[in-house]
Each structure stands twice: as structure tokens, then as C-alpha cells.
């Protein structure tokens, strides 16, 4: 079974350009997850899709973030413009999410190290 | 509030010697799981267990050990004989009641010295 997908696994930038990072989660996953790592430290969430809705986006910063989950399946996470501060790793998470089970383990992507210089 | 605290921040060990990763949840919620991820310097999440609260069976699987230990809040991981392969960043997570969010605590970073 194929794992998570994301692209590209790197990104170098300069602050003030826009970005745009591409998730495509394991088939058959309702529930899509970004989230932000800084070097150091746990993951965040930015931004939780079920199918093609939003769940959650609470620590989503909108005024330079964005992220859209069209069809249900493949995400795109975009910052525009980037500032320094959002060098990090971008992680893409997948789970079941069929409502119907409690418990619901997510499965990771590799992962896009962003650097904005 | 929901917390996960991992007080270890980096623990090296030389090979072959068992090593414990501890992690403490905070939750007033009588139903919640409890995962553990292992993050190598690829970079990639690894799922390795999940359990729940009404299960505080201990488990083995190799050479990785768990102890679920309500009483404490406690749900540490043990590596038996630990190898080089072993060396990555562990993550204890604990997921809210009513939703499918994770708390993750900030990671033990282990070494293994060969």
C-alpha cells in the first residue's frame, strides 16, 4: 500500500515569495492533516480536511496561509507571501477518518523542508 | 487542558544497552489513546503504537516495550538492546476526546553510539 505522497521535499525561498507545497494521502483516507514543525519542537497542526471540508484551522495564520482540499483527496498548502519565521518542516498526515471509529491513527508524509531566506 | 510533557530532551546510549523514553499526558477525559512516532533523520513520522485508556495491558513487540501506567499519566517506551538503526526523535502523542486531533509532546532525541 502506497503511503503518503508530498512534493518537493525541499524548498528554498526568499522571504516575501509564495510557495506552494502538494499532499496526496493514502487512497481511501477520509481525514487530511498539515502541520508545521520547527526544528526542535513537536508538530503543529495547521489545518484539518475531512473529504474536501474543514474541521479545524485554528492555528492556520490565514492572512498568509491557505490551504484547499478540492476533490477530497490531493491538498495543496500555499504561504504568500513567506516570512522567515516559516522555515520549518510541512508534514502531510492521513488518517481513516470515517467518523466511525474513535481511535484513529494518522500516517505521515516525508515531509517539505522550507528555508526562506 | 491536554498535555503531553516528555522531559528528555536527548538521551545517548552505546549500543546494546536498553534505553526508556518517558512521556506524561494530562487529559480530564476518561477516553483517550495514546500513540508513539519515531522520527528519523529522514524525516518521516513512523507510527509504532497506539493505545487506549482502558487498556493498560503492557505490550511487546521485538525489542520495543510499552508501559501504560494510568496511575501515573505515564506511558513509557523501552528499547531493548538498542542498535544504531534506533537513533531518530521519538514523539509520545495524545489524541483529544471528540476529535481526531493529536497533542504531541516536543520529542526525545536518542543517540546510539555504536
Known amino acids: 500500500e502506497a503511503g503518503v505522497a508530498q512534493s518537493p521535499r525541499y524548498k528554498i525561498i526568499e522571504k516575501r515569495q509564495s510557495v506552494a507545497f502538494w499532499c496526496n494521502p493514502i487512497s481511501g483516507h477520509a481525514t487530511l492533516y498539515w502541520y508545521q514543525q520547527i526544528l526542535g519542537q513537536g508538530p503543529k497542526l495547521l489545518i484539518q480536511?475531512?473529504?474536501?471540508?474543514?474541521?479545524?484551522d485554528s492555528q492556520l495564520p490565514k492572512d498568509r496561509f491557505s490551504a484547499e482540499r478540492l476533490k477530497g483527496v490531493d491538498s495543496t498548502l500555499k504561504i504568500q507571501p513567506a516570512k522567515l519565521e516559516d522555515s520549518a518542516v510541512y508534514l502531510c498526515a492521513s488518517s481513516l477518518g470515517s467518523g466511525l471509529v474513535r481511535a484513529d491513527t494518522q500516517y505521515f508524509g516525508p515531509g517539505t523542508r522550507l528555508t526562506v531566506l | 487542558a491536554q498535555k503531553v510533557t516528555q522531559a528528555q530532551t536527548e538521551i545517548s546510549v552505546v549500543e546494546k544497552e536498553d534505553v526508556t523514553l518517558d512521556c506524561v499526558y494530562e487529559t480530564r477525559d476518561t477516553t483517550y489513546y495514546l500513540f508513539w512516532y519515531k522520527q528519523p533523520p529522514s524525516g518521516e513520522l513512523v507510527f509504532l503504537i497506539r493505545?487506549?485508556?482502558?487498556?493498560?495491558q503492557n505490550e511487546i513487540s521485538g525489542r520495543y516495550s510499552w508501559n501504560f501506567q494510568k496511575s501515573t499519566s505515564s506511558f513509557n517506551f523501552t528499547i531493548t538492546a538498542s542498535q544504531v538503526v534506533d537513533s531518530a526523535v521519538y514523539f509520545c502523542a495524545l489524541q483529544a476526546s471528540g476529535t481526531y486531533k493529536y497533542i504531541f509532546g516536543t520529542g526525545t532525541r536518542l543517540k546510539v553510539l555504536a
Open positions: 480536511f475531512q473529504n474536501n471540508g474543514v474541521v479545524d
Open positions: 493505545r487506549n485508556s482502558f487498556d493498560e
